[in-house]
């Protein structure tokens, strides 16, 4: 989380409107799918899990530090396994998660790096709390 949270903080204080226009536009495609009922939602699971990825990456795009970018990847990639045990219940996280989504967004745009950073870190980690209780 450290790494998510360090990288977010810096793509804030270099990024620009290409970078503003990039987190808007795959906040949108992730939305198409997290705004659908869970059946269908399920269905789409792979196209979520790719435009949810896409969603972090554009949030932390303009960080610099490429190091910091990697390793904040891998760790992203390793909280896969625990997002997916809480998808697999219909009465998971999806409209909670979205409107999380949302308020990250809302921060990272308004360059609120301390909230942007606290969000991010309670999305994470009610996640990772979750999946422990269901495993």
């Given at each position: 989380m450290t790494f998510e949270k360090r990288a977010v903080r810096e793509a804030i204080e270099h990024?620009?409107?290409?970078?503003?226009?990039?987190?808007?536009?795959?906040?949108?495609?992730?939305?198409?799918?997290?705004?659908?009922?869970?059946?269908?939602?399920?269905?789409?699971?792979?196209?979520?899990?790719?435009?949810?990825?896409?969603f972090h990456e554009a949030l932390v795009s303009a960080c610099q530090g490429r190091w910091l970018f990697r390793l904040r990847s891998i760790m992203f990639d390793q909280l896969d396994r625990y997002r997916f045990v809480t998808k697999r219940a219909p009465e998971g996280l999806?409209?909670?998660?979205?409107?999380?989504?949302?308020?990250?967004?809302?921060?990272?745009?308004?360059r609120d790096a301390d909230l942007?950073?606290?969000?991010?870190?309670?999305?994470?980690?009610?996640?990772?709390?979750?999946?422990?209780?269901?495993?």
């Open positions: 990024g620009g409107e290409d970078w503003e226009t990039k987190i808007v536009a795959v906040h949108h495609r992730l939305s198409q799918i997290e705004n659908l009922p869970w059946e269908r939602r399920m269905e789409r699971h792979s196209e979520w899990v790719e435009r949810h990825r896409e999806g409209g909670r998660k979205f409107e999380e989504h949302s308020d990250i967004m809302a921060a990272t745009l308004a942007a950073a606290s969000l991010i870190e309670h999305h994470f980690r009610d996640t990772s709390e979750r999946a422990i209780k269901l495993l």
